[in-house]
Every structure is written in C-alpha cells, then in structure tokens.
C-alpha cells in the first residue's frame, strides 16, 4: 500500500480538526486548567451529553463496571470465573476494556475503570472523544494492550480511549513517510494499527510475510505502548529499539488535530514518541515500523546450573562474566541470565543468525568448565540447544503447541494466531509486588573491572533474584543501531549498556476486599526492601540513574534522569508545545510533575 495522496491527506485532516462533537455546546476554557472534574461534581457531562458523544463514534460508548463488583458479596460465580479463567489469560484480559493485564501494584495503585470508554475505531472516533475530554476537563487516559505495570492506562473517573480494535496491519514494498521524498529513500515497512499487539504484527510481518519488525518479547504487548517507551525484543542486539524503527505516526494531539507526523513534517513531535513515554504526547492511532530481511534461524539455548555452596557460586558468576565479555555482547544473541539467592544461575538466551551448531560451539568452553568442577557446581538442567526457521518462531505451529513451546488463548472462537509464551502466563493478572532496573554500562567488561561486577552481581544475588537482560542494552550492536537509537529520546544510557538488570517480585491475581484474594502486602513490602538492598549493592559499582521507563520501580525518585537522562528538557519543551493544558498526564510521564498524582489537579 503506497501512503495516502497529499490532498486526501490534507482533506482528512480538516474534516478531523472540527473542534467539537457535533449538537454540543463546548463551555470555553481561557485560562490554563486547573483540575479535572470527577462524576458528580459541576461540570460533569450531563446524559445529554454523552449520548451526544456516543453518537458521534457510532454508538461505542460504555459506561464501565469493575468485574470485581461481582466479588463484592463473597461467592458469585462471575467472580470465580474472572479469577479462574480471564485472568489467566492474557488476550481475554486485553479483550475486556475494564481490566488491565497488571492489576495493581501494593502501595502504589490499583486498577480501577474508568467511567465511560469510547472503543475507538477510526481517527473519528479519537478527534471526538480527544475534543470531548479537552472541552470538559476529563481526566483522559488511552489503553492499547493494557500492559503498563505503572498503571498508565487505568484512571478511576476518566474517559478512556480503547484502541483495541484498531488493529490492522498493512504491508508495504516501498514506503516514504508522508513529505520525505527524496529524503528517505522507500523501504519495506508495516502500518499498524495502534491498538494492535505483537502476536497481531508478527504474524502479518514474519509468519504470513516473511519479513522481521523489531517488537516486544511478550506477545500480547500492545504495539503503540512499546514503541513509545523504547521497546526492546528478544532480538533488539542486532535490530535495536522499536521506537528506532519507527518510520511514522498518525497522532490525534490535545488540540483535537489528527497530524501525520514523522522526521520531515514534525520531527520534534515524532522524536518524542518515540520512547518519550505513552500517553503523554497525544494518541497514537497508526504506526508504521522499518521491516528488516528475516534472519535465518532463531534459537534458543536453556541450562540451570546449581552451586553447592556460596563460595562455589561467586566463582560460577564469576566464569559467567567472563563468557559474557568474550562470547555474548554482539548482535547474535538477547534474552536473560537469572541469578537466584538459592545459588542458583538459569540461562534462557536466544540466538539468531547463527545455526545450532555455531551456537553449540559458543557455550561449549563455559558448558565445559561447569562440568569440569563437579564439586563446586551440577546442572539442575541440561544444556538444551535449539533452532527453528524463523518463519515459524512466532507461528502457532503444532509442534509447538503439543511441546508446550506455546500457549494459546483457550477461548473456543478465538484466533488461532491467539498464542503466548508460556513464561508470560504468569504475568497475566499479577499484582506487582516490587521492581526495579539498571543500565549495565559495557565499561564493566573490561578485564579489570570484571572481579567487581562479579562481586557486585554476587552480593545483589544473596538479597533477592536478577535477571541481566542482553537484549535490552545496545553495547555490540551493529554501529547503524546504535546510531538509530540516539535519535530517539530514549536515556542514552542504553546506548553502551550491555544488559539491562531487571529485579522484579509479583504476586498471584488478586485485588483489595475480595476475601481470600487480597494482595500479600506484607510480603511485598518485605521483597520490596529485599530489593532495595539488591539495588543497593549494584549502585556500588558507580552506576548512574538509568532505568527503562516501562521496566521500572514506580517510586523512582529520580525518574526524569533515570529514564530520559539529558533527553528531557527537549521532551518537555514539546510536551508543551502539544499539550500546554495537560490533557495527557501519566505516573511519571513528561511534565507530570506539573499534577498531582492522581492526575486531577494541577500543582502550584
Ligand atoms: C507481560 C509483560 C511483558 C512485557 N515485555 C516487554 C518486552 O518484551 N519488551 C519491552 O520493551 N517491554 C515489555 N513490557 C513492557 C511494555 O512494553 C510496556 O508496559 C508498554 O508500554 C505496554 O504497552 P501496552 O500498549 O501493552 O500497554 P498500555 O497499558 O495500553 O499502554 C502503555 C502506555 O502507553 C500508552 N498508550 C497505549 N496506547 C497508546 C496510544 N495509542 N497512543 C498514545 N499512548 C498510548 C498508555 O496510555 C500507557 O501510558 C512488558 C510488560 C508486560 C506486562
């Protein structure tokens, strides 16, 4: 599909920009908002009102209810239902515009609908309900995939925009963003709707088309919110960020305006979205993203070693590092190494590029050393290396199905392209407990920093579980790569990290006053400080505030550092150039410091 002509373009556009819903009288708004008005309070849209809007997007509005109303009362079935069957699975969560896939987070939020959602279809729909919120001082929130562990796409008393079936997706040959002939030579790329999530993309672009697009690792991950936080996928050492790949965006921005916007029409805008934050800078209804030739073959390669004793482990994290200096920081590999407090250290990498044997090559010395000290260390689980066609990574083969390799939405009329990795079933309706992440720099490879990583990973280790996450730092990607991704408002610090450290702690489905499946605070609280200490000892080794703002701890102190560094002035500047009035306000997004937390009041 070629873009839209300029003229239709332009067309659209005017028809878009009509400020309001059609039969309402807008109050206006001369000074700078103050607040956001709730349900009941003055200034609430009357039912006029909002029959007006349901008219305007075609009928799709709806008042939400919490599913949890049905657990009010003790046993209902609707409620044994909701815990025992939606919340264990990740697409029939994404399905219900009321729920969110994290339900909460102890001390820090708890999901709540909002009052009414527009299900939006059309860029129409989008100007209708932006414009409403704007005239009317709404608290407005937008939820693609709904996966935020921050809570970004919940809001109690807001109107909220469902992009959940905007979720096409169109090949292109040869795309030129909108204006940049001759500027941007034309690639192949893929236009996704904004409600669309990876398993919707990956299948258009790899499994039906032959192609790579660099996406999130989970599958149910909403494609809109990934993008704009910076995304990282399995792959991302040889593909870099998603947000790097973006070619081009159709935004609907406070003002109501629907703007196609990219690095020639507004490069600014377009900059920011890409890792800026989601729902700060307007909403995103289309995205388009580079297609890559599809490598030839992915791989895994899974082992858990045990140590036999703490002593026996730092010298096991110890040989770890120095295979990772030496074998793993280049674009063939991504993915986790785990260390546990119980001495425990599972590999759960992926490759690419490379065949199986190459692959067996590269871990053979540190599998070699492992089994050459029997008396420090044993292999929980063997070493367990394999590849498959890329074509078929993401497809729901049946091979796959019946090794359990993939899960699939159970749901008798769901899609059958409706699959997810087992590893992710469990973060379906978590409650998180305690997060936090880091920026490893490659600098702390280098043969006489090592001992002290070492020793730092160790020490971290004995508080509470980590993960380093290869995929999620850029250090010996292709040089193109890392180029791409300083030209995005991601913090730099990605840049030349060689992981991301990711320390995390979630609780089973639960949620507050329903019997029996209350939230474990006290356990939280208690991993919480486990996790601080953990932190703590990494910070040892000099490490700035950098963290990736999707995987994060929700009490970050310092968060504009942490997760845009020397980005943020630049994003604020746009935030308020788009958005002078603070429509689009998130936990610790652009300019939130603006609103108090809940997002209803502007600060003094
Ligand atoms: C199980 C799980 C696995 C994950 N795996 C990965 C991973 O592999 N790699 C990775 O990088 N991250 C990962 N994440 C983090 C994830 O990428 C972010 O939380 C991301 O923002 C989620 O996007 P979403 O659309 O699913 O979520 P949502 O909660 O719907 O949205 C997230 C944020 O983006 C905003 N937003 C959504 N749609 C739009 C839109 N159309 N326009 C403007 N703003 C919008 C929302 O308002 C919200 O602030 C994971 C999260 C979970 C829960």
Excluded at 15 to 24: D, E, I, K, T
Excluded at 117 to 141: G, I, K, P, Q, S
Excluded at 206 to 217: A, F, I, K, L
Excluded at 266 to 291: H, M, N, Q
């Amino acid at each position: 599909m070629q873009p839209a002509s300029k003229h239709r373009r332009r067309l659209l556009g005017a028809a878009l920009a009509a400020p309001v819903v059609q039969g309402l009288s807008a109050p206006a708004f001369a000074q700078p908002v103050a607040g956001r008005v709730r349900p009941g309070e003055p200034g609430w849209p009357t039912a006029a009102e909002w029959a007006a809007l349901r008219s305007a997007v075609g009928g799709r509005l709806t008042a939400l209810r919490s599913p949890f109303n049905a657990c009010r009362d003790g046993v209902d079935p609707a409620c044994a239902r909701l815990f025992d069957e939606t919340l264990r699975n990740p697409y029939a969560i994404g399905d219900d515009p009321a729920l969110t896939q994290t339900l909460g987070w102890v001390d820090a939020w708890t999901l709540q609908p909002s009052a009414y959602a527009v299900e939006a279809r059309t860029d129409e729909d989008v100007v209708a309900a932006v414009n409403f919120a704007r005239e009317r001082r709404l608290r407005l929130v937008v939820k693609g995939g709904g996966h935020s562990y921050q809570g970004t796409s919940s809001a109690p008393d807001s109107l909220l925009v469902w992009t959940r079936r905007m979720n096409h997706t169109v090949l292109h040959d040869a795309f030129v963003p909108a204006g940049c002939d001759g500027r941007i030579a034309p690639q192949r790329a893929v236009t996704v709707g904004a409600g669309a999530i990876w398993s919707q993309a990956y299948d258009a672009v790899t499994t039906q088309g032959g192609g790579y697009v660099q996406g999130g690792g989970c599958l149910t991950v909403g494609v809109a919110g990934l993008v704009q936080s910076g995304g990282f996928g399995s792959f991302s050492k040889a593909f870099g960020l998603a947000s790097a790949n973006l070619l081009e965006a159709r935004v609907i921005t406070a003002d109501g305006e629907a703007r196609t916007v990219n690095a020639c029409t507004e490069p600014e805008l377009f900059w920011a979205l890409k890792g800026g934050g989601g729902g700060s800078f307007g909403i995103v209804t289309r995205l388009t993203l580079r297609v890559h030739p599809l490598p030839e073959p992915f791989g895994a390669v899974n082992m858990t070693v045990k140590a036999r004793s703490p002593e026996a482990f730092r010298r096991l994290v110890g040989r770890m590092v120095d295979f990772c200096a030496t074998a793993l920081i280049n674009p063939s590999w991504g993915e986790q190494i785990r260390l546990r407090p119980d001495n425990t250290l599972r590999v759960s990498m992926v490759f690419q590029g490379i065949g199986r044997g190459e692959a067996q090559g590269v871990w053979q010395p540190f599998i070699d050393a492992v089994a050459a000290a029997p008396q420090d260390f044993w292999f929980e689980s063997a070493p367990f290396i394999v590849s498959t066609s890329a074509r078929d990574f993401w497809a729901p083969t049946l091979v796959k199905k019946t090794l359990g390799f993939i899960k699939s939405d159970a749901r008798p009329d769901a899609p059958k392209s409706n699959v997810f990795w087992p590893g992710d079933e469990g973060q379906a309706g978590q409650v998180m407990h305690a997060y936090d992440s880091a920026w490893l720099p490659a600098a702390l490879l280098q043969p006489g920093r090592r001992a002290a990583l070492a020793d730092a990973l160790f020490a971290a280790s004995r508080q509470a579980s980590l993960s380093l996450h290869f995929n999620k730092g850029l250090a010996g990607g292709p040089s193109e790569v890392v180029a791409a991704a300083r030209d995005t408002a991601v913090n730099p610090a990605v840049l030349d990290a060689f992981a991301l450290v990711i320390l995390a702690t979630t609780g089973r489905p639960a949620y507050p006053g329903v019997a029996g499946r209350e939230p474990d605070a006290a356990l939280a609280r208690r991993q919480r400080d486990a996790i601080g200490r953990a932190t703590a000892e990494l910070r040892k080794l000099g490490l700035e505030p950098g963290a990736y703002l999707s995987e994060s701890n929700y009490f970050e102190p310092d968060w504009q550092r942490a997760f845009w560094g020397t980005n943020y002035p630049r994003l604020l500047a746009t935030k308020r150039r788009y958005d002078p009035d603070g429509l689009f306000v998130v936990h610790h997004g652009v300019d939130s410091e603006s609103w108090s937390a809940d997002g209803f009041t502007r600060r003094a």
